[in-house]
């Protein structure tokens, strides 16, 4: 066993802290880390001032996500009729909201009828100052997120430096920020439950998935990973969280469900111009889309049907030596893959799934090299896809089916491994 291999052991096994001159690193690869990491984080910064510098200066959060969130919360504080998803009201609320920034596209309240009662106290609120509010708790959800996820993965001062550097400068991170998206309090809720499962915290697992409900659709493939490993205080405290707002908000604006499916369905029609656009989607269904210049239900289901079944013999094969958190990471990346509607922002939401990874891979010799050098690759995809005049955008769908077939590779559960060199 190697020091680095050591060091990483002791870190992730007894939480042993190993100095960083205890182990042999290449100064160049620290110095093309650095440098490469630096350029990220730099264009992230630059397109964050960019987007403050706009000519609408500070109202320019009325142009993004954000918007679609508070419509929702604006039409329960202030009884809107006819029912929350009606297409026009919700125009109209905007054009009310934002009459002075004349905003150019339509931005929707798309989301489960609970979060319009969690966001409701920003409704009162003056919509820049609900906004500014709303950023603050997603940047402080996504600090402790990345705080708590480079503890476990670092071996090292440097290594630690670095990661914050890589993380920090994530373009899809910044993305979801500036636009007033919720995806730092679901990373936090991601990031919670793999360190629980870690911990074999199950309770305290389903109770971080519960957070994750602001956007539950990014949540699947752990709902599998966790029915299938029976997990069962986990599935218990998270569904009975998922009951209770379900109930709370029924209760609230009735039977809402139907009229919800309903609407994603007319959300979701490419033709319908409302904001779903194939070709910007990082996950299968946009990669089939700009391999084939057309959508493709079957080919989507067959990617989203095989990655299931590769997770199902994982979780069934997998040895005793194979961290369980690899699994759910693992899950986290199928699912986001199979995902119907997952733009560039929404992808932060990985790096759970991928420091999980990075930390585990330093106990697989030889395989492990090879994942963690596809793993120092990932913060520059997004700048690659983020780039829309270039024919790959969805760059991003293959890069996370590498990494799980990478995965499945590096940690080939025993039994497969002992069948292999018997033949």
């Known amino acids: 066993m190697t020091k680095q291999t050591a060091a990483c052991y002791n870190r992730f096994v007894i939480n042993e802290y190993v100095p960083e001159k205890n182990l042999n690193k290449s100064r160049l690869q620290q110095h093309l880390g650095w440098a490469g990491y630096a350029v990220v984080a730099g264009v992230s910064a630059m397109l964050w001032l960019l987007a403050l510098l706009r000519p609408e200066g500070l109202v320019y959060h009325a142009h993004f996500d954000f918007m679609g969130y508070f419509i929702g919360a604006y039409m329960f504080v202030h009884g809107q009729q006819p029912p929350l998803y009606d297409l026009a009201t919700q125009l109209a609320v905007q054009h009310t909201v934002s009459a002075e920034t004349n905003p150019p596209v339509a931005q929707l309240f798309i989301y489960p009828a609970w979060n319009a009662l969690i966001l409701a106290p920003l409704a009162l609120l003056p919509y820049p100052i609900a906004f500014l509010i709303a950023e603050a708790v997603n940047g402080v959800a996504a600090f402790f997120s990345l705080h708590w996820l480079i503890r476990l993965a670092a071996t090292s001062p440097q290594e630690r430096r670095c990661l914050w550097l890589a993380t920090a400068g994530f373009l899809p991170l910044a993305m979801a920020l ?23 915290a199950d309770r305290q697992a389903g109770a971080w998935l519960v957070l994750g409900l602001l956007k539950p659709q990014l949540l699947v493939g752990l709902g ?16 009975g969280g998922g009951a209770l707002l379900t109930a709370v908000s029924t209760a609230v604006f009735g039977n809402w469900i139907p009229a919800f499916v309903a609407y994603l369905r007319q959300f979701t029609d490419s033709s319908a111009g409302l904001g779903d656009h194939a070709a910007l989607m990082q996950n299968w269904r946009g990669g089939v889309y700009m391999l084939l210049r057309t959508e493709s239900p079957l080919l989507v289901w067959i990617l989203t049907l095989g990655g299931v079944g590769l997770l199902l013999v994982f979780l069934w094969l997998r040895g005793q030596t194979t961290p369980i958190e690899v699994s759910f990471a693992m899950a986290g990346l199928i699912g986001l893959l199979s995902n119907p509607h997952l733009y560039l922002y929404d992808t932060a939401i990985a790096l759970a ?43 991003g769908a293959w890069y996370m089916t590498a990494l799980v077939l990478l995965a499945f590779w590096t940690w080939l559960p025993q039994p497969l491994i002992a069948k292999v060199e018997t033949a």
């Open 353 to 395: 799934p991928a420091l999980v990874l990075w930390h585990a891979a330093c106990l697989v010799p030889g395989r492990g090299r090879v994942l963690r050098a596809l793993l120092c690759t990932g913060p520059f995809v997004p700048l690659v896809a983020a780039i829309r005049a270039l024919p790959f955008t969805e760059i």
């Open 178 to 200: 500036w636009q007033g998206q919720m995806t730092g309090l679901v990373l936090c809720s991601v990031t919670g439950t793999l360190l629980a499962l870690r911990r074999s």
């Open 224 to 239: 599998v990973a966790l029915v299938a490993t029976r997990r069962r205080q986990t599935v218990f405290v998270w569904a």
